[in-house]
């Protein structure tokens, strides 16, 4: 079974890098299907789509955090990661990586736990 | 960007209760509409892909259809396990947007 947990950090301080990894289990993220991703949910907030990449080292991003993030993959340690540079107190968030599944239609499933990331001095 | 629209924001029911959640995509996404289902503190589940496929393991009281612009998320008899927030999601292009979340409460 599927499993991805992330980690990282909990508090970051305003204008650092936020960086969180997430390592799989239970399967190996070179299948050629998958993109990996990672989603964020602010405090109150819906969710959002940070960027996703595939075990190649093939990413694309939201355009509305394209400026700022960078995602990279370690296939020897079956692990993604996310950098997110001069964050603010906007960026805090609880953030998800997931696998994205299919191939015609495209899904994330499954989520990790989730791990919040606050952004204060 | 592709908005995703939810009604309602949140809704009251009781268990036996069959409620329905809709979505609306600002433009034509065909069937490239997932919902999730997100508990506090958990993490968020795959329910429907592609509209109206049902998630391995989802119970069959879920369902969900739609195409183009408009969606809905049924459930035919709710049980206390399904109160939760839901999502609907397109992946019809990037970047992959979200509804707001319906909000479903115990009445």
């Known amino acids: 079974q599927l499993q991805l947990q992330e980690s990282g950090p909990g508090l970051v301080k305003p204008s650092e890098t936020l960086s969180l990894t997430c390592t799989v289990s239970?399967?190996?993220?070179?299948?050629?299907?998958?993109?990996w991703g990672w989603i964020r949910q602010p405090p109150g907030k819906g969710l959002e789509w940070i960027g996703s990449?595939?075990?190649?080292?093939?990413?694309y991003y939201n355009p509305s955090l394209k400026s700022r993030v960078t995602i990279s993959v370690d296939t020897s340690k079956n692990q993604f990661s996310l950098k997110l540079s001069s964050v603010t107190a906007a960026d805090t968030a609880v953030y998800y990586c997931?696998?994205?599944?299919?191939?015609?239609?495209?899904?994330?499933?499954?989520w990790g736990q989730g791990t919040l990331v606050t952004v204060s001095s | 960007d592709i908005q995703m629209t939810q009604s309602p924001s949140s809704l009251s029911a009781s268990v036996g209760d069959r409620v329905t959640i809709t979505c609306r995509a600002s433009?034509?996404?065909?069937?490239?509409l997932n919902w999730y289902q997100h508990k506090p503190g958990k993490a968020p589940k795959l329910l429907i892909y592609?509209?109206?496929s049902l998630q391995s393991g989802v119970p069959s009281r879920f369902s969900g259809s739609g195409s183009g612009t408009d969606f809905t998320l049924t459930i035919s008899s709710l049980q206390p396990e399904d109160f939760a927030t839901y999502y609907c999601?397109?992946?019809?292009?990037?970047?992959?947007?979200f509804g707001q979340g319906t909000k479903l409460e115990i009445k």
């Open positions: 997931a696998r994205r599944g299919g191939e015609m239609y495209n899904w994330f499933d499954p």
């Open positions: 239970g399967g190996s993220i070179s299948s050629s299907v998958n993109y």
């Open positions: 990449i595939y075990y190649s080292g093939s990413t």
């Open positions: 433009q034509s996404i065909s069937s490239y």
């Open positions: 592609a509209a109206s």
């Open positions: 999601q397109q992946s019809y292009s990037s970047p992959h947007t």
